[in-house]
């Protein structure tokens, strides 16, 4: 079998153009075997090759090279060729395929959820064996609606659209048609047509002149296929809403106390009865380290693969036989269901131990099965080994696989063995196989139905792990344990914010081409088709902490280019190494600090260093050693002096950097330090250039490059629609970055990105973006309406929401209404509102004590997560005057 690649690119001298392909012929995708193409006249390229008859497809992609260096390829998605046994020959006329400029349209947010169309496939009879191929890629044609093609032929209708021949969807969001060119007078004048499926009545003609085919002669027996097309569309850029919630935080009649994948089943039809187009919900992944409620922490998984047990529906699951059983676990299921929040160590319990019962009951049988074990076979790579580190969290009763004795370090084929059939503790073991089993199995039913509704699911990817993970258990060589994840101060937390995640060994995870964090997108993509990328700026580079310290602000940006004292001494500023880099206070700030007890704290806790400075005594001269010392005490003295201890302990004005000794960081908000306070006017200037240099300028063009190498490929690698948390200290980088990778932002007006704006211009927001009213981390709407500060309230209302008059004390209906609104006209791709904020449009509905709607307050590491919606989802969906107002606000605004 033969086949003929021939496209038209222009080149300049120098340059090469190859093909390479999924077939040995065409190199098997190892560019060092591509296949060089020759050059014929007027930017036509030709290559001929033999293949193996044997083969059944063949996917490849055209690329250009100068030197032996590739230097521009085609877009990742590759052009495809099905090979039928009758036919000799393939000739492949095919146009470079750029990336488009709106590349959302092509993932599986649309192509799978909201565009997604029926696998159909039109035969047409090629009697004379001389069969064209025509293929077109066309995103934006709606379920309802298909593609077609006429021109200048009998064969395509004669430009007659109700005559005009329907393109097959069964590869969407490519479309592609077969004619017999037999029937074909050269040159064919075409183009294509959006029209109804049911009626075929044209909806919209592509724009530009018609297409012109001339092709040479045609042999019985070849075939010509024509790829690479794009359909040409001038339609405004498509928005949608749709609604935010934990899925912990939903509530049916049907719960156990925490919101499941069963709520989740039916808040889907909520979302599409309202008009809603997406559903996004926090991490879903395991976080069960301690069986106490700080495992409600969503972002702190065990494992970047397992899911929550607590999501398991067990109405979905199954019923217990014993009557009696099934009757306690009936009374308890009604006693916490009738909690205002979530009681996360009662729920978690009871629903394991209900698991239990049924995995004692159906369980053998199920793990029989052959759904099971396909799943098994799937998923065995990360399943056993965190089955068994569930087994040794359980039986030593700790996460700190430090203290497992043997077990310590991770052995493979030990693990594979006590795991197996035979081994002694696979009763045990094979219980958190049944559990992963039967998430995946509900939650997959869940993403299906979700697809056949026309709805997206959009997922949650923490930026870390736990440092005391499965991940850093099985592959410690990923992570670096001796510093600590957060993120710098911001408008969230004034002390930054220290995650206690490890941070990454980025060189160890580029030598195996980021498989890792690839591994974690497929893993997602089984549920979702759309993702949120937590905190994407750590891609950027990562607030690293030392491990001596508790709360945020003592850290530095990794990677970073730090200042050798030299280099700072260039600004002005003599480099005091001494001065500059150890803890210490002047005496007269004691007092501001400490109040009455300033005195019992010099004699205890400080030495005098200086005439006027005192430093922390060897036994709290640390932040870890002072959390140790207070550890919990909570009466108002050892607080006082506790806060005001770790406060010492962040006096510095430069950190060491803990990779090279013998350069520094200066020490992120330093002007409000004291030491700051003590340089005289010369040196504040030095140190305010150098610093001002230092985070906003020096790093620009190094942290686009950490940007591109890390993102690139795991963009690349998903057909999921990504978005990318982006709020805090941003580097001027970031959107240039995510623009360029077409990664939706996050905007929320009331956290401007511009300096020179208080609020965030909602007119004038990019198209990608996602635009919402608030985030899990931020006091919702009401909330925040009613405790801001009375000044911010009152200029939003004047000057953004055009009032006259004094802003009320509460966040009216009105107002709410108003503020939703204006972000539903926004132009941002998808504007999604977190449900509280929907609730705040109905005076019936809403919850009557606001402040207990907020999800995380960020300043506190220790926050219990337990929110959840004061009504259930059936009431909502019968909640007609609120849902007529959201499907109204949706159509107006012109989302859909």
């Known amino acids: 079998m033969k086949l003929s690649f021939h496209i038209n690119f222009h080149t300049v001298w120098g340059q090469k153009l190859y093909v390479i392909g999924s077939i040995p012929e065409l190199g098997a995708w190892e560019i060092a075997y591509a296949k060089e193409m020759d050059y014929v006249v007027d930017g036509n390229w030709l290559l001929s090759v033999d293949v193996s008859s044997e083969a059944k497809s063949v996917e490849y992609r055209y690329f250009v090279s100068l030197n032996g260096q590739q230097i521009l390829e085609e877009w990742e998605n590759n052009h495809r060729i099905t090979l039928e046994k009758p036919v000799q020959t393939y000739m492949l006329y095919d146009y470079w395929q750029s990336r488009p400029s709106r590349i959302a349209y092509y993932s599986s947010a649309f192509t799978k959820s909201l565009f997604t169309h029926p696998c159909n496939t039109i035969e047409r009879a090629i009697r004379s064996r001389k069969k064209l191929v025509i293929k077109i890629s066309a995103p934006r044609v709606e379920k309802d609606q298909s593609l077609a093609i006429t021109g200048n032929q009998e064969c395509l209708g004669n430009w007659n659209p109700e005559k005009a021949l329907i393109l097959?969807?069964?590869?969407?969001?490519?479309?592609?048609?077969?004619?017999?060119?037999?029937?074909?007078?050269?040159?064919?004048?075409?183009?294509?047509?959006?029209?109804?499926?049911?009626?075929?009545?044209?909806?919209?003609?592509?724009?530009?002149?018609?297409?012109?085919?001339?092709?040479?002669?045609?042999?019985?027996?070849?075939?010509?296929?024509?790829?690479?097309?794009?359909?040409?569309?001038?339609?405004?850029?498509?928005?949608?809403?749709?609604?935010?919630?934990?899925?912990?935080?939903?509530?049916?009649?049907?719960?156990?106390?925490?919101?499941?994948?069963?709520?989740?089943?039916?808040?889907?039809?909520?979302?599409?009865?309202?008009?809603?187009?997406?559903?996004?919900?926090?991490?879903?992944?395991?976080t069960t380290a301690t069986h106490t409620w700080t495992d409600s922490y969503p972002y702190s998984s065990i494992s970047i693969y397992a899911l929550h047990p607590m999501y398991i529906s067990l109405p979905l699951m199954g019923a217990l036989k014993d009557a009696d059983k099934a009757s306690l676990f009936e009374e308890k299921r009604k006693e916490l269901n009738s909690l205002s929040e979530v009681d996360y160590e009662a729920v978690t319990s009871w629903?394991?131990?209900?698991?239990?019962?049924?995995?004692?009951?159906?369980?053998?049988?199920?793990?029989?099965?052959?759904?099971?074990?396909?799943?098994?076979?799937?998923?065995?790579?990360?399943?056993?080994?965190?089955?068994?580190?569930?087994?040794?969290?359980?039986?030593?009763?700790?996460?700190?696989?430090?203290?497992?004795?043997?077990?310590?370090?991770?052995?493979?084929?030990?693990?594979?063995?006590?795991?197996?059939?035979?081994?002694?503790?696979?009763?045990?073991?094979?219980?958190?196989?049944?559990?992963?089993?039967?998430?995946?199995?509900?939650?997959?039913?869940?993403?299906?139905?979700?697809?056949?509704?026309?709805?997206?699911?959009?997922?949650?990817?923490?930026?870390?792990?736990?440092?005391?993970s499965v991940d850093v258990w099985t592959e410690p060589y990923y992570f670096n344990k001796?510093?600590?994840?957060?993120?710098?101060?911001?408008?969230?937390?004034?002390?930054?914010?220290?995650?206690?995640?490890?941070?990454?060994?980025?060189?160890?995870?580029?030598?195996?081409?980021?498989?890792?964090?690839?591994?974690?997108?497929?893993?997602?993509?089984?549920?979702?088709?759309?993702?949120?990328?937590?905190?994407?700026?750590?891609?950027?580079?990562?607030?690293?902490?030392?491990?001596?310290?508790?709360?945020?602000?003592?850290?530095?940006?990794?990677?970073?280019?730090?200042?050798?004292?030299?280099?700072?001494e260039q600004y002005g500023l003599y480099f005091n190494e001494g001065r500059f880099t150890n803890p210490h206070v002047h005496q007269q700030y004691l007092y501001d600090w400490f109040g009455d007890y300033a005195d019992e704290v010099k004699a205890s806790y400080l030495a005098q260093s200086s005439s006027q400075h005192y430093v922390l005594k060897p036994f709290c001269d640390t932040q870890v050693k002072i959390e140790a010392l207070f550890g919990g005490k909570t009466d108002e003295v050892s607080l006082c002096i506790k806060y005001g201890l770790l406060h010492i302990a962040n006096e510095v004005l430069f950190l060491r950097d803990p990779y090279q000794k013998d350069k520094f960081h200066p020490r992120i908000s330093a002007d409000q330090s004291t030491m700051y306070r003590e340089l005289n006017n010369s040196d504040r200037y030095a140190f305010d250039h150098l610093y001002w240099n230092y985070y906003y300028k020096r790093h620009n063009d190094f942290w686009k490059e950490q940007a591109y190498r890390r993102l690139t490929p795991l963009i690349f690698s998903t057909q999921m629609l990504v978005c990318g948390e982006d709020l805090g200290m941003i580097p001027e980088s970031v959107p240039e970055v995510m623009n360029k990778l077409q990664i939706l932002s996050l905007e929320i007006e009331r956290v401007s990105k511009s300096p020179n704006q208080e609020f965030a211009d909602l007119h004038h927001l990019p198209y990608l973006s996602v635009c919402t009213t608030s985030t899990h981390d931020m006091p919702p709407l009401r909330n925040w309406w009613n405790d801001e500060e009375r000044g911010r309230i009152q200029r939003y209302y004047n000057n953004v929401l055009h009032r006259e008059g004094i802003a009320p004390s509460v966040c009216t209906v009105d107002l709410a209404y108003q503020i939703i609104d204006n972000h539903l006209k926004s132009p941002s791709m998808l504007t999604i509102i977190p449900l509280q904020d929907w609730l705040a449009m109905d005076d019936t509905l809403k919850r009557v004590d606001y402040e207990t709607e907020r999800i995380n307050i960020p300043a506190n590491s220790v926050h219990y997560w337990r929110y959840r919606m004061h009504i259930t989802i059936e009431d909502l969906i019968g909640a007609d005057n609120l849902n007529e107002k959201i499907s109204s606000l949706i159509k107006n605004s012109g989302r859909r």
């Open 168 to 286: 097959s969807c069964d590869t969407f969001p490519e479309w592609h048609i077969d004619l017999d060119t037999e029937v074909i007078t050269y040159p064919l004048e075409y183009k294509f047509l959006v029209v109804e499926t049911a009626t075929q009545t044209p909806f919209y003609w592509e724009t530009g002149k018609n297409r012109i085919l001339q092709l040479p002669a045609q042999e019985k027996g070849e075939t010509i296929c024509v790829s690479g097309l794009f359909f040409r569309e001038d339609l405004p850029d498509w928005r949608s809403a749709g609604s935010v919630i934990p899925v912990f935080s939903l509530r049916s009649e049907c719960s156990f106390g925490v919101g499941d994948l069963g709520d989740l089943h039916l808040f889907i039809d909520w979302v599409k009865k309202t008009g809603q187009r997406i559903i996004q919900v926090l991490p879903v992944n395991d």
């Open 351 to 468: 629903k394991l131990d209900y698991c239990r019962l049924f995995f004692e009951q159906e369980g053998r049988e199920m793990l029989q099965s052959l759904e099971f074990k396909v799943f098994f076979s799937q998923n065995a790579d990360w399943l056993v080994p965190y089955s068994a580190y569930s087994y040794f969290r359980d039986k030593y009763h700790t996460t700190d696989f430090s203290k497992w004795g043997s077990n310590a370090t991770y052995n493979a084929s030990s693990i594979r063995e006590l795991c197996s059939h035979n081994s002694e503790s696979y009763s045990e073991i094979s219980f958190f196989f049944f559990l992963q089993f039967v998430l995946h199995t509900q939650f997959k039913a869940v993403s299906d139905y979700a697809s056949k509704n026309g709805i997206v699911l959009k997922g949650d990817l923490p930026i870390g792990v736990s440092r005391t």
């Open 482 to 568: 001796n510093g600590q994840a957060g993120a710098p101060p911001d408008g969230f937390s004034a002390i930054g914010q220290n995650w206690m995640f490890p941070t990454y060994n980025w060189d160890r995870m580029e030598k195996d081409h980021f498989a890792w964090w690839i591994k974690r997108f497929a893993k997602l993509s089984n549920y979702f088709t759309c993702l949120r990328i937590d905190h994407i700026l750590g891609f950027f580079r990562i607030w690293e902490i030392p491990l001596e310290y508790t709360q945020g602000l003592c850290g530095h940006f990794n990677p970073a280019l730090p200042l050798t004292k030299e280099e700072i």
